[in-house]
């Protein structure tokens, strides 16, 4: 990443501050145990599942060479296209539904009214929780015949949840958010917080209300923290894997397999690596080209300042 | 001194030192299981793993300490895992070489895996030295440890046919009898249904508790020789006309509301599809002998008061296979690594050759209602408390014409994830009997 202070600042710092918070050469060496790290754990094994996607492999024996033919195999297998459609389909759906969601808890939380404090912290609680055990509490309770439903006896709770393809999708939508949702809503309480008092009381002057507030200065402020929350929303969505293997399985059918659930249920279940390596290699591209593009999108105009007076 | 100096040599030595650990920790896997064990004639320790969960992993463990206090020299240790984290660390194990003495597995195809990548101990000769081992043992059980004419494993604990399970007071409630044929089966799902009682109580996330279905159609149809083919891989041996009719007439089942609402979510972990059982919310279950016990433990006077019923499979109105047939696991199967010590591998020999399959263990599978893969053994059913079931399935299993092995187990691991997706898709209605049949045929013989 590189360093990206606003340049009305930097302009007015003297030169020797300048170069002795930025000299390269101690920068350098502080970053070295980092990369070491990044190599040893992320570069390493990347280049391992390249070239495990080049082979033949069942998880213990040898390696053996297989050329391209894993990557045809994959490439033509329907099954690959479909986890395509439901990755994407589970991250334009979680984005849709997080995102407004997120603005407007985190608009209301800015307030700094005591009861939004208090509120604050439930909202907060189940981003505490570990994905494995929300996935088992959400399996019992929806459980069709020993769950919520079954035993208050409420008919609008007594749906197939998880055993009909689209409920099953919806279901897992809804969890995704309610877990994620209050971590977005502190980024954007925590932008919204930022935003100068000065432009409200402006607009307040030429006769704007809270709604046309919202519109014309909050959202056009929180512009880099909407990119930054969608990046982690559509690259994590391409990570989910724990919630969703252990409420659904991927299932009904092949409802809810998404790309990483192909390649675990491929790769350690099938016995085989080679093509579980090349889902996880179209994976890692996937994730590398949308940071990218939300790189893009919010850094294209980088001198923009957010900051009052510039 | 300079305190920049300072700080950054700590910043090395503290960041430095943790790396370095890191980076020796993944340098230093390969074989080393048990290099400490000493290989001095009989003494020795060997490691083994093997399934938890209650009352199997008691037996597993009652029977190793037997051996261990009965030998002083050698020494067996044991770790256990849950049935999806064992398949996943057994697999791994082997990749890096660190896998235990003992393996325990299901044979069929995922022993032949392990025999393919060199991992397992040829037993052939160990057999033919210890006859009375061998002999005692149901020769049927010897097919899925068997791969081109060697034997790979030692087939152990116990014999788990597939049975047919009913609710007696379930079927008081709608004045019927148990079904006799499969026209009885689809008479009785209406009645069933009508009564808000689910005619069968089915886990159908777990996939394989599906394919249990489909294994005893295609057999009651078509015969054990419709599977034979395919397990021979044989061209299109999916699109036997058996094979498409037994497709079609699980997926009538499903349609007319067979089985237990929400069935495709139900996972079979955590026993729910017994508990629909022994609830009464469901009226039959096609499932492994095995839950014989756990529906003992788990569903209050449910099996002691007589309210279980259970039969083989009915057969098929015109069809063709034998109605003593069955399928299931045949037994389980211990298999020694390869890459094992001398030493690691006497000390397992001498434990497969007296307390494996020995009286003491066996009494410990009749005691918690499983039957043993040993001829004979029903001379200790006696004054067993479950004498009635275990005469039962001692009996289905030596009478059956064909005990075929789990479709799942039989088949490669790859192909089997195949069949297993398919099917999934199959109960899901997301695809036709003939598209099944196409997807599966893509695969034959892998």
Request: glycine share 10%; hydrophobic share 45%; net charge neutral.
């Given at each position: 990443?590189?360093?990206?202070?606003?340049?009305?600042?930097?302009?007015?710092?003297?030169?020797?501050?300048?170069?002795?918070?930025?000299?390269?050469?101690?920068?350098?060496?502080l970053?070295?145990?980092?990369?070491?790290?990044?190599?040893?754990?992320?570069?390493?094994?990347?280049?391992?599942?390249f070239?495990?996607?080049?082979?033949?492999?069942?998880?213990?024996?040898?390696?053996?060479?297989?050329?391209?033919s894993?990557?045809?195999?994959?490439?033509?297998?329907?099954?690959?296209r479909?986890?395509?459609?439901v990755?994407?389909?589970?991250?334009?759906l979680?984005?849709?539904?997080?995102?407004?969601?997120?603005?407007?808890?985190?608009?209301?939380?800015?307030?700094?009214?005591?009861?939004?404090e208090?509120?604050?912290?439930?909202?907060?609680?189940p981003?505490?929780?570990?994905?494995?055990?929300?996935?088992?509490?959400?399996?019992?309770?929806?459980?069709?015949?020993f769950?919520?439903?079954?035993?208050?006896?409420?008919?609008?709770?007594?749906?197939?949840?998880?055993?009909?393809?689209?409920?099953?999708?919806?279901?897992?939508?809804?969890?995704?958010?309610?877990?994620?949702?209050?971590?977005?809503?502190?980024?954007?309480?925590?932008?919204?917080?930022?935003?100068?008092?000065?432009l409200?009381?402006?607009?307040?002057?030429?006769?704007?209300?809270?709604?046309?507030?919202?519109?014309?200065?909050?959202?056009?402020?929180?512009?880099?923290?909407?990119?930054?929350?969608?990046?982690?929303?559509?690259?994590?969505?391409?990570?989910?894997?724990?919630?969703?293997?252990?409420?659904?399985?991927?299932g009904?059918?092949?409802?809810?397999?998404?790309?990483?659930?192909?390649?675990?249920?491929?790769?350690?279940?099938?016995?085989?690596?080679?093509?579980?390596?090349?889902?996880?290699?179209?994976?890692?591209?996937f994730?590398?080209?949308?940071?990218?593009?939300?790189?893009?999108?919010?850094?294209?105009?980088?001198?923009?300042?957010?900051?009052?007076?510039? | 001194?300079?305190?920049?100096?300072?700080?950054?040599?700590?910043?090395?030595?503290?960041?430095?030192?943790?790396?370095?650990?890191?980076?020796?920790?993944?340098?230093?896997?390969?074989p080393?299981?048990?290099?400490?064990?000493?290989?001095?004639?009989a003494?020795?320790?060997?490691?083994?793993?093997?399934?938890?969960?209650?009352?199997?992993?008691?037996?597993?463990?009652?029977?190793?300490?037997?051996?261990?206090?009965?030998?002083?020299?050698?020494?067996?240790t044991?770790?256990?895992?849950a049935?999806?984290?064992?398949?996943?660390?057994?697999?791994?194990?082997?990749?890096?070489?660190?896998?235990?003495?003992?393996?325990?597995?299901?044979?069929?195809?995922?022993?032949?895996?392990?025999?393919?990548?060199?991992?397992?101990?040829?037993?052939?000769?160990?057999?033919?030295?210890?006859?009375?081992?061998?002999?005692?043992?149901?020769?049927?059980?010897?097919?899925?440890?068997?791969?081109?004419?060697?034997?790979?494993?030692?087939?152990?604990?116990?014999?788990?046919?597939?049975?047919?399970?009913?609710?007696?007071?379930?079927?008081?409630?709608?004045?019927?009898?148990?079904?006799?044929?499969?026209?009885?089966?689809m008479?009785?799902?209406?009645?069933?249904?009508?009564k808000?009682?689910a005619?069968?109580?089915?886990?159908?996330?777990?996939?394989?508790?599906?394919?249990?279905?489909?294994?005893?159609?295609?057999?009651?149809?078509?015969?054990?020789?419709?599977f034979?083919a395919?397990?021979?891989?044989?061209?299109?041996?999916?699109?036997?006309?058996?094979?498409?009719?037994?497709?079609?007439?699980?997926?009538?089942?499903?349609?007319?509301?067979?089985?237990?609402k929400?069935?495709?979510?139900?996972?079979?972990?955590?026993?729910?599809?017994?508990?629909?059982?022994?609830?009464?919310?469901?009226?039959?279950?096609?499932h492994?002998?095995?839950t014989?016990?756990?529906?003992?433990?788990?569903?209050?006077?449910?099996?002691?008061?007589?309210?279980?019923?259970?039969?083989?499979?009915?057969?098929?109105?015109?069809?063709?296979?034998?109605?003593?047939?069955?399928?299931g696991?045949?037994?389980?199967?211990?298999?020694?690594?390869?890459?094992?010590?001398?030493?690691?591998?006497?000390v397992?020999?001498?434990?497969f050759?007296?307390?494996?399959?020995?009286?003491?263990?066996?009494?410990?599978?009749?005691?918690?209602?499983?039957?043993?893969?040993?001829?004979?053994?029903?001379s200790?059913?006696?004054?067993?408390?479950?004498?009635?079931?275990?005469?039962?399935?001692?009996?289905?299993?030596?009478?059956?014409?064909?005990?075929?092995?789990?479709?799942?187990?039989?088949?490669?691991?790859?192909?089997?994830?195949?069949?297993?997706?398919?099917?999934?898709?199959?109960?899901?209605?997301?695809?036709?009997?003939?598209?099944?049949?196409?997807?599966?045929?893509?695969?034959?013989?892998?």
């Amino acid at each position: 990443m590189t360093v990206a202070a606003p340049p009305g600042i930097e302009a007015d710092l003297p030169r020797k501050v300048a170069s002795q918070a930025g000299g390269s050469g101690r920068v350098a060496y502080l970053a070295v145990p980092a990369l070491l790290f990044f190599v040893a754990f992320g570069v390493v094994p990347l280049i391992g599942v390249f070239y495990l996607s080049f082979s033949n492999w069942p998880g213990f024996g040898d390696i053996t060479p297989a050329g391209l033919s894993n990557w045809r195999s994959v490439l033509a297998d329907p099954g690959l296209r479909h986890s395509l459609y439901v990755t994407f389909l589970v991250m334009i759906l979680s984005w849709a539904v997080q995102t407004p969601a997120s603005i407007l808890i985190g608009a209301f939380l800015a307030g700094h009214q005591r009861y939004r404090e208090w509120l604050a912290v439930f909202y907060f609680i189940p981003l505490l929780f570990s994905s494995a055990a929300v996935a088992i509490t959400y399996k019992g309770l929806l459980d069709p015949n020993f769950g919520l439903g079954a035993g208050l006896g409420i008919p609008l709770l007594q749906q197939d949840w998880l055993g009909e393809g689209r409920l099953a999708m919806g279901v897992l939508i809804f969890i995704v958010s309610w877990q994620f949702v209050p971590f977005h809503s502190l980024l954007y309480q925590g932008a919204i917080r930022q935003i100068p008092r000065s432009l409200y009381e402006a607009a307040q002057l030429d006769g704007a209300g809270r709604v046309r507030q919202f519109w014309s200065i909050t959202l056009p402020t929180l512009r880099y923290t909407i990119v930054t929350s969608s990046t982690l929303m559509v690259v994590g969505s391409l990570t989910f894997f724990d919630l969703i293997w252990i409420l659904t399985a991927g299932g009904p059918g092949d409802s809810t397999r998404v790309l990483a659930l192909d390649m675990y249920i491929r790769g350690f279940r099938g016995n085989q690596m080679g093509p579980a390596s090349v889902i996880a290699v179209i994976l890692v591209l996937f994730g590398l080209g949308l940071s990218l593009l939300f790189r893009r999108i919010g850094g294209g105009s980088a001198s923009d300042s957010q900051l009052e007076g510039a | 001194m300079d305190p920049k100096t300072s700080r950054r040599t700590f910043l090395s030595l503290a960041m430095g030192a943790p790396i370095g650990a890191a980076l020796a920790a993944c340098g230093s896997s390969g074989p080393s299981t048990g290099t400490s064990a000493s290989s001095t004639g009989a003494t020795g320790a060997a490691t083994y793993w093997f399934l938890s969960g209650k009352p199997q992993e008691e037996v597993r463990k009652a029977s190793v300490d037997r051996f261990n206090k009965a030998n002083s020299g050698s020494k067996i240790t044991t770790t256990m895992f849950a049935n999806d984290d064992y398949k996943t660390k057994v697999k791994t194990a082997l990749g890096a070489g660190q896998a235990p003495t003992i393996l325990w597995g299901w044979g069929g195809g995922g022993l032949k895996s392990w025999v393919d990548a060199d991992q397992v101990e040829d037993l052939t000769s160990f057999f033919s030295d210890n006859a009375a081992v061998k002999d005692k043992i149901f020769p049927s059980a010897f097919g899925a440890a068997t791969i081109d004419g060697k034997i790979y494993a030692l087939p152990t604990e116990t014999v788990t046919p597939i049975v047919f399970y009913y609710n007696k007071q379930a079927f008081e409630k709608i004045g019927a009898q148990p079904p006799q044929s499969w026209g009885d089966i689809m008479d009785l799902v209406p009645k069933f249904n009508a009564k808000n009682i689910a005619p069968f109580s089915l886990a159908g996330q777990s996939r394989w508790t599906n394919m249990m279905w489909l294994e005893f159609l295609f057999d009651r149809i078509g015969g054990s020789e419709v599977f034979d083919a395919i397990f021979a891989g044989e061209k299109d041996a999916w699109s036997n006309p058996a094979a498409i009719d037994a497709l079609t007439k699980t997926q009538d089942l499903v349609k007319a509301k067979g089985f237990s609402k929400g069935f495709s979510s139900i996972a079979a972990d955590n026993n729910a599809d017994q508990a629909l059982l022994y609830t009464g919310k469901a009226a039959m279950m096609v499932h492994g002998a095995w839950t014989y016990g756990s529906m003992k433990d788990q569903g209050g006077k449910f099996v002691s008061g007589g309210n279980l019923g259970y039969m083989n499979f009915p057969p098929v109105d015109g069809g063709k296979g034998d109605p003593s047939d069955t399928v299931g696991n045949p037994g389980q199967y211990l298999s020694i690594s390869s890459k094992a010590t001398d030493a690691e591998k006497e000390v397992a020999k001498k434990y497969f050759a007296t307390e494996a399959n020995s009286d003491a263990t066996q009494q410990g599978w009749v005691d918690n209602g499983s039957v043993p893969v040993v001829k004979g053994v029903d001379s200790k059913f006696g004054n067993a408390k479950d004498a009635e079931w275990l005469k039962y399935i001692y009996d289905t299993s030596a009478n059956a014409k064909v005990f075929a092995q789990s479709w799942d187990q039989a088949l490669s691991p790859a192909a089997s994830e195949v069949l297993l997706d398919n099917i999934a898709k199959l109960f899901q209605l997301q695809v036709s009997p003939q598209q099944f049949a196409d997807n599966l045929n893509k695969v034959i013989g892998q």
